[in-house]
C-alpha cells in the first residue's frame, strides 16, 4: 500500500510532467538543507534517500 506522501508526490509529477525520481531527488535534497539550517549534523556529511517501495 503506497503511503500519503508517495500518493501526494506521484500527483505533483503528474500534474508537473516530471518524473517522480525528480520530484524526489528535490525533497531528499530540501530534506538536507532544513537538518542542516537546523543544525542537526553540523560538521558531517549528510544526505537522504527516500525509497518508495518501503512506502
Excluded at 10 to 39: C, I, M, N
Aim: proline content about 4%; aromatic content about 4%.
Amino acid at each position: 500500500m503506497k503511503s500519503d506522501f508517495l500518493i501526494a508526490v506521484t500527483q505533483l509529477a503528474a500534474e508537473r510532467g516530471l518524473p517522480r525520481e525528480t520530484v524526489l531527488g528535490v525533497v531528499e535534497a530540501a530534506l538536507v538543507s532544513a537538518y542542516r539550517k537546523e543544525g542537526v549534523g553540523a560538521g558531517h556529511d549528510l544526505s537522504v534517500k527516500l525509497n518508495p517501495g518501503d512506502g
